[in-house]
């Protein structure tokens, strides 16, 4: 079984910078892991992705240059290093899990689910 849980997320002056963590049990029976943020009345979106092997990564438009995903193999954690913040960022962000040889970046994709962690930007 597969869990996940997220930490780090809080509130945040716009131009700031925050780093999530995503704690992976079961790691073994997964293949990439994602980063979603859903703000309110919004479907949820992808931010960024990257394979446990290779450690290829991809990212949404929006936070490209900004964000960055990184792992830990022998920690079994996932980060999202969060710089330049604006408002717009403002989000319930998911950390999720993917068991086959790819790196999607639909959340229909993705088997497993942490919790959510709120962070919040304010202009």
């Known amino acids: 079984q597969v869990q996940l849980v997220e930490s780090g997320g809080g509130l945040v002056q716009a131009g700031g910078s925050l780093r999530l963590s995503c704690a992976v049990s079961?790691?073994?029976?997964?293949?990439?892991m994602g980063w979603f943020r859903q703000a309110p009345g919004k479907e949820r979106e992808f931010v960024a992705a990257i394979s446990w092997s290779s450690g290829s990564t991809y990212y949404a438009d929006s936070v490209k240059g900004r964000f960055t995903i990184s792992k830990d193999n022998a920690k079994n954690t996932v980060y999202l290093q969060m710089n330049s913040l604006k408002s717009e960022d403002t989000a319930v962000y998911y950390c999720a899990a993917h068991v086959t040889r790819m790196i999607p970046t639909s959340s229909y994709a993705y088997n497993y689910w942490g919790q959510g962690t709120q962070v919040t930007v304010s202009s």
């Open positions: 079961g790691r073994t029976f997964t293949y990439a």
